[in-house]
DNA sequence: GCGCGTACAAAGACATTCTAGGTACGACTG
DNA sequence: CAGTCGTACCTAGAATGTCTTTGTACGCGC
């Protein structure tokens, strides 16, 4: 019960693609695989997650999208990060090192 | 539009909450109270989180409540910690370490 | 022909947080 | 003594985001 599914905390997917992009433009696909490869696996990218997450920031400006072709031939749509999304992306850089600097004094407390 | 207002990230709450009645038991508003003053204000507990968030725990066993009074005469319900909510609150902290050692990977990713 | 890997997409379930409102009571203040 | 503030709890409904599941499409290898 309460199974302990890889759950990924929310609003974080976001932050990862983002920074993902900041190495150059990448579809979807290879935006899950090189979060996997780069955390060893620690981190799952369920599709279900990141086709809407990808959207989402298209819609907010964060990212561009644009269709082409890979090298084998299939259909892709690449992204890329806007000036927005640059300054999203810091924001939330900022964010998160608040959130987690927070949380590591709660956990690191003592009496 | 996009308010970055300080919305806690999911499922951290319960691990927040967990940690502080490892200090002995406390009722809710002091366990709000706690938090906000160990993290200097960075997080604030939403009364309207806060309160289901203890529910829950207490329906999974998590922790144990009991009705008391405070020091100037108010009824408190007193949460404790159970023994299942020491062994939830222990792998709680694994995934929460493990999760953000993976985020800390993407971040500080160079090319 | 079938399965597998790449690649995208959408619907609905599910969990959790937040907003906003409410109750109650004691203490202090004008 | 009415009003406000701080303590203390509670609930309903909105909002958000992730996950599960399912579907499409196509090329490659066996």
């Not at 809407?52 to 990212?63: D, F, H």
Request: net charge positive.
């Amino acid at each position: 019960m309460t199974s302990p599914r890889g759950t990924l905390l929310q609003g974080t997917l976001d932050l990862l693609v983002l920074k993902t992009l900041t190495w150059g433009p990448r579809h979807g696909y290879a935006i899950a695989r090189w979060l996997e490869d780069t955390t060893g696996d620690a981190l799952q990218i369920e599709e279900g997650s990141l086709y809407p997450a990808l959207y989402r920031m298209e819609r907010r400006g964060w990212i561009e999208a644009e269709w082409g072709t890979s090298e084998i031939g299939q259909r892709i749509k690449v992204y890329s990060l806007t000036r927005t999304g640059r300054a999203q992306l810091k924001a939330e850089s900022a964010q998160w090192r608040h959130f987690t600097s927070a949380v590591a004094k709660v956990m690191e407390s003592r009496a």
